[in-house]
């Protein structure tokens, strides 16, 4: 579900010209002049092949790496530039990250490891957790907030960690290969759960090597050699 504003979509984040070269030798050209737009409300899949620079741009989307040229606009503001302080309240704040492996703390129950996404937001203990506990619901895991990481399946895991990445109501959720871990039936139930927050107003970037869940997005970007290849819509 894509929003609109004043007519036109309203834009989650935005590539301008973006580049990254990394010094050798040999140099590396991992981007190219890379533009693209992302809405509010689009759930996108990004695919390509190894050494088709998805990994480099993953990093740059999510200010875990800073491009060689260009601007990246989150929310309409321009993060490149901004110091190592300013770009981690940016991560905090704005993108949620879902990764392959889960990266839960194995001391810490379901709803512990979901409140744990707002420490740094500045609310009480209360607030964190009531708000866990309602994002928990919304990933179909309220029953299972006080059970440990090793008493979860792969999938519930998953789970959790995509309530832990939206529990702070970021612009964008990021996820890496977020299949990857996953049995067959579980990714399928991942990527009906995406289908669902998406509908709900979730902005979701997919990377994946996977056809099949990339082809579940509603649009599909392919890299080649740090150059976007193609840039379709269903």
Known sequence: MINLQNGSPKLALELKEISKVYPGPPIVQALSEVSMSVAHGELLGIIGSSGSGKTTLLHIMGTLSIPSSGSMFIDGRNVVGMSDKQLSGVRSQQIGFVFQEFFLLPGFSALENVANGLLYS??????????????LGRVGLRHRGNHLPNELSGGEQQRVAVARALVHNPAFVLADEPTGNLDS?????????????????????LITHDLEVAESAQRKITLRDGRIHSDLSH
């Open 122 to 135: 500045g609310i009480s203990s209360d607030e964190r957790t009531e708000r866990a506990f309602e994002m």
């Open 185 to 205: 039936e579980n990714t399928a139930s991942l990527m009906e759960l995406f289908s669902i927050l998406n509908e709900e107003g979730t902005t979701v970037i």
